[in-house]
């Protein structure tokens, strides 16, 4: 007696302030892929890779946690670009060490590239199994494709 196969795994893509506007904000930066066009290739990709792939966005610190700690609670696997909160945020550093199932950080610029100092540290790589940076749209992919590797 054979079982039907079980429904794809979920994962979350979460991104952190101002990645809504990709595609406005400092393309010679961020790309010129939007945001509205990174949410359906990563759906796409996710797809392709027999996951199922919910993409969020938000400027807003404690939402974002909130997020990490249903993902923690669910044993959700997460894809984090976390923007500015990636350099600083101790709640965010708390809320990825709870995770219980993998974390890919990713990140369209390379932060250890780029000029400012402060960029140069992240809070979320010690709770990562893989950190992919400086690709650009094409990195969340990567990242995806890390992810599912990373997967029981």
Same mark, same amino acid.
């Given at each position: 007696m054979s079982s039907a196969p079980g429904p794809d795994p979920r994962? #979350?893509?979460l991104n952190g302030p101002n990645l809504g506007r990709l595609g406005r904000r400092q393309p010679e930066i961020y790309g010129s892929t939007t945001y509205a066009a990174l949410v359906t290739a990563c759906v796409e990709w996710g797809r392709e890779l027999g996951l199922d792939v919910e993409v969020r966005q938000t400027n807003h610190e404690g939402e974002l946690l909130d997020w990490l700690n249903t993902a923690a609670d669910a044993a959700t696997p997460v894809v984090l670009n976390a923007g500015a909160w990636t350099h600083y945020s101790l709640a965010l550093y708390?809320?990825?060490a709870q995770l219980t199932a993998p974390l890919v950080e990713v990140h #369209?610029?390379?932060p250890a590239q780029?000029?400012?100092?402060?960029r140069h540290h992240s809070v979320v790589t010690p709770h990562a199994v893989a950190v992919i940076a400086g690709k650009g749209a094409d990195g969340y992919r990567e990242a995806l494709e890390r992810l599912?590797?990373?997967l029981p």
């Open positions: 994962v #979350l893509v708390d809320a990825c #369209l610029s390379d780029r000029p400012e100092e402060f599912t590797s990373s």
